[in-house]
């Protein structure tokens, strides 16, 4: 089944904490990103790839990292949490270096931070 | 901020109405998207309507998009109670292969 799996599903941690959130993908997609929902902000991109070894920007990357090691995987590293990025993570993929077409989307992380 | 919105913001209808939900979006664009998220799960897609395109169907949606007007609308017709879901659109990518998504139109469907 073509899927993005994404873990933990839930997380709580304390600020300052280091934490990864894992993406894996089974879709042989080239693009790959990472995205936090908030209420009433929608979604907002953090990251994105467009390749491995190739990563960008996207409107609120601060206080994120990211790695594209393996074209499958592309985890989302906070260094040092802190209680303003207690959010809902999403993590998706697409087809294509350039992608035009849809995005599929993992069931998402709700991450508490303290 | 190049964010889309959706307007409404909230709309309960009853089983069997249409519903109907506008897109706003702020840059030139290759394609709009339209995606639903059931209550804290994925995003899942749902259309996808080219730049050239004025109109664009599937099973009992309808899209429109307007590129003057920068503005797009998804119409669900015979609604049903599982159609209760928040709707988002998306455009992009644009320059530097990002997406955007507006802030969603929570629906209800009161069976």
């Known amino acids: ?114 | 901020s190049q964010q889309g919105e959706e307007d409404p913001q909230a709309l309960s209808i009853q089983e069997g109405e249409n519903a109907t939900m506008n897109c706003s979006y702020k840059t030139s664009i290759n394609n709009l998207q339209w995606y639903r998220q059931n209550s804290g799960r994925g995003l899942v897609h749902l259309i996808l309507i080219r730049s050239n395109e004025r109109e664009k169907h599937s099973g009992r949606l309808r899209v429109t998009l307007d590129t003057s007007k920068k503005s797009s609308s998804l119409l669900i017709t015979a609604s049903r109670a599982a159609d209760t879901a928040s709707y988002f659109c998306a455009t992009g990518p644009n320059t530097g292969n990002q997406f955007y998504f507006g802030t969603g139109t929570s629906l209800t469907v009161i069976p």
């Not at chain 1, 990864?20 to 990103?33: F, K, L, P, W």
């Not at chain 1, 996207?58 to 040092?80: A, C, H, M």
């Open chain 1, 1 to 114: 089944e073509a899927q993005v799996t994404q873990n933990p599903r839930y997380l709580i941690t304390v600020t300052g904490k280091k934490l990864t959130v894992t993406c894996s993908q089974n879709m042989n997609h080239e693009y790959m990103s990472w995205y936090r929902q908030d209420p009433g902000l929608g979604l907002r991109q953090i990251y994105y790839s467009m390749n491995v070894e190739v990563t960008d920007k996207g409107d609120v990357p601060e206080g994120y990292k990211v790695s594209r090691k393996e074209k499958r995987n592309f985890p989302l590293i906070l260094e040092s949490p802190s209680p303003n990025q207690t959010s809902l993570y999403f993590c998706a993929s697409s087809l294509g270096t350039n992608p035009t077409g849809e995005l599929f989307f993992g069931e998402g992380s709700r991450l508490t931070v303290l």
